[in-house]
């Protein structure tokens, strides 16, 4: 009986166990699906989310307007300075130099001594020159009183024709002479005046090449010497552009080394003929230098001015795309971007800006910042607009 009512409470409890089983096994099953039913509206909302379209924001540098400009027409130019005068001082004279009175980079006025001559010589043959010289008129003297005498005793008929003739001829011969003399006393005259070596224009001397106590030729080069207040740049243009270049037509031109600073040019001269072997005609274009910050040599690059279109509507050459060689825009509209076909004119390339002829109208905002992964359609403003909660950076 003992073991029987200990058997009966045993079973009992297994029953209860088992009961506790189901209660919990019941709760887990309720809980899971609760659990699977909000993760599964959860993912929903993402994935709604995720098929929002996300709106772009511009700053005010990536887009501008179409707006009225005057587009300058220009050529790309570039060549290297030159002073616009310069010489070679050559010798007039052989001999000695005495002494060289300047060098390099001093500046010097027209008619300044550069350097002088041993004179000695030149000196000597003037003397020579100008003894000869008093020689010869008083041999014309004695020749004209003996043709003055001769003539009187032809009329009283004391000589003969033919000798007076002889005296006329005397007489012309040292007239002649005479002339002579003066000649070579004027050349000995100018060779002592030409021993001192004087500069030909006002500017600086760029090359000496010459030593005191050199003896030198005639026509041997002494001094360059330059002037820079007037710089030449010789710019090679392409010859199909030359109708359209006229003498005084304007250049806006940089120098190597002056990178902060701009210099203004004039057409002067144009060359009549091309280049050997090029395609290029050359346009002499003079740049005042009164501060004297250039020097010859230095590198020149910029352009050349040609004319000024009326204002017509253009944008920016960076807002210009191409898909298989047809040119298009993206623009806002309404809030979304939308794409445009367009029709392109006249180029400023100084200005980076183009002329549109069809596919906008002024005032239209296009994007120019060069953007990739840009649709019609996407939702975009301008960063001081009012942007919905979902916003992204350009490209993203």
């Known amino acids: 009986m003992r073991h029987r009512r200990t058997f009966l409470r045993q079973g009992g409890r297994a029953r209860k166990r088992v009961v506790w089983l189901l209660v919990l096994l019941v709760a887990l099953l309720v809980g899971g699906g609760a659990f699977l039913k ?71 006025k027209k008619g300044q001594i550069l350097a002088r001559f041993d004179t000695s010589d030149f000196q000597a043959r003037l003397d020579e020159k100008a003894a000869n010289l008093e020689g010869a008129r008083a041999q014309l003297i004695l020749a004209e009183k003996n043709q003055e005498n001769n003539q009187s005793l032809l009329k009283q008929k004391y000589i003969s024709q033919n000798a007076y003739d002889n005296t006329q001829s005397n007489f012309q011969v040292s007239q002649a002479t005479l002339k002579s003399y003066q000649a070579q006393l004027d050349l000995a005259r100018n060779a002592l005046k030409d021993a001192a070596v004087h500069a030909p224009i006002d500017g600086s001397v760029a090359k000496r090449m010459v030593q005191s106590g050199e003896k030198v030729s005639q026509d041997t080069p002494l001094f360059s010497v330059v002037d820079l207040s007037r710089m030449e740049l010789q710019a090679p243009v392409p010859a199909n552009e030359i109708p359209h270049i006229r003498i005084g037509q304007e250049a806006t031109i940089g120098i190597e080394g002056h990178e902060k600073r701009t210099f203004s040019g004039r057409v002067e001269r144009i060359n009549p003929s091309s280049e050997a072997g090029s395609r290029s005609i050359t346009v002499y274009i003079t740049i005042a230098n009164t501060d004297g910050a250039l020097r010859g040599g230095m590198f020149a690059s910029g352009v050349l001015n040609l004319s000024n279109s009326p204002p017509v509507p253009a944008v920016q050459l960076s807002a210009i795309r191409d898909e298989n060689g047809m040119p298009y825009v993206y623009a806002i509209e309404a809030g979304k971007l939308s794409k445009h076909p367009v029709e392109l004119g006249r180029r400023a390339e100084q200005d980076a800006l183009v002329e549109i002829r069809s596919g906008l109208a002024l005032g239209a905002l296009v994007i120019t910042a060069r953007l990739e992964g840009l649709k019609p359609g996407t939702p975009a403003i301008l960063k001081s607009q009012t942007a919905p909660a979902s916003t992204a950076a350009p490209g993203t």
């Open 38 to 108: 909000i993760k599964g509206s959860q993912e929903a909302t993402a994935a709604a989310k995720a098929k929002e379209p996300v709106t772009l924001e511009f700053a005010a540098s990536d887009v501008a307007p179409v707006q009225m400009h005057e587009l300058r027409q220009t050529i790309p130019i570039t060549g290297n300075l030159q002073p616009l005068n310069q010489t070679l001082v050559k010798a007039k004279v052989a001999g000695e130099i005495r002494e060289v009175l300047v060098r390099e980079g001093e500046a010097v």
